[in-house]
């Protein structure tokens, strides 16, 4: 059964803090995927990253950086926590590019509130 | 322009009825995929239904079908014998292929609708 992990269901965090939300997915998926979802706005994509190491830029990437060291992980930074990111993020991993048929796996969310 | 249109933020259905949410799509890409997705107030995202631009029947998986009108660029869920726990949020999400018009193959997800099953 494929399997997408996140660190925090919920985290608190005060502003100006380093944040790291973790993603683990067992599914040797190459795609992994961080996403913001706010009310109103659906899901908005941060990153994504077609293998280890390699990272792409998606629709909202300011404020935030990855990390992918190994291909089962893929980490989202805040460098610097503002209130403005408050949001919930999900973590989400396919298989593979080429097509249209890969569907996303995702997460349970990580509720991040910065005060 | 947005590329997803759920045009429908809430609705409602009894218990036991069907119900069709909608979604329409705007691509110039010939090979494409739609999804949809329901979202829990756990928060979690379920993939329910894939139709491809190329598919000739309408997608079905179990009471979840898939209404795609290629012309007239919409995909719309439609839900059979609704149950209490098909209360959600609703995703309608659509993947271009690589490449094209500089697309990622990415998903692209609508703003959602929120789904309430009435007892």
């Known amino acids: 059964d494929v399997k997408v992990t996140q660190s925090s269901r919920y985290l608190v965090k005060r502003t100006g803090e380093k944040v790291f939300l973790e993603c683990v997915q067992d599914?040797?998926?190459?795609?992994m995927f961080w996403y913001r979802q706010d009310p109103g706005l659906g899901l908005r994509l941060i990153y994504f990253?077609?293998?280890?190491?390699?990272?792409e830029k998606g629709d909202i990437p300011e404020g935030y950086s990855v990390s992918r060291e190994k291909k089962e992980r893929f980490s989202l930074i805040l460098e610097s926590a503002s209130t403005n990111q408050t949001s919930m993020y999900l973590c989400?991993?396919?298989?593979?590019?080429?097509?249209?048929?890969?569907?996303?796996?995702f997460g349970p969310g990580t509720r991040l509130t910065v005060t | 322009a947005q590329k997803i249109t759920q045009t429908q933020p809430g609705m409602f259905v009894q218990e036991k009825e069907a119900v069709t949410l909608d979604c329409t799509y705007d691509?110039?890409?010939?090979?494409?995929?739609l999804f949809w997705y329901k979202q829990p107030s756990s928060g979690e995202m379920i993939f329910l239904i894939y139709?491809?631009?190329?598919?000739?029947q309408n997608a079905t998986e179990g009471r979840y079908s898939l209404n795609f009108q290629k012309a007239r660029k919409s995909a719309n869920l439609v839900i059979s014998a609704s149950q209490l726990g098909d209360s959600a949020m609703y995703f309608c999400?659509?993947?271009?292929?690589?490449?094209?018009?500089?697309?990622?193959?990415?998903?692209?997800f609508g703003k959602g609708t929120k789904l309430s099953v009435k007892p």
């Open positions: 599914m040797d998926h190459e795609n």
């Open positions: 691509t110039s890409d010939p090979s494409y995929g």
């Open positions: 989400a991993s396919s298989l593979g590019t080429s097509g249209t048929h890969y569907e996303q796996y």
């Open positions: 990253s077609y293998d280890v190491k390699m990272k």
């Open positions: 139709q491809g631009s190329y598919d000739q």
């Open positions: 999400a659509m993947r271009e292929a690589p490449g094209y018009g500089g697309s990622q193959g990415n998903l692209i």
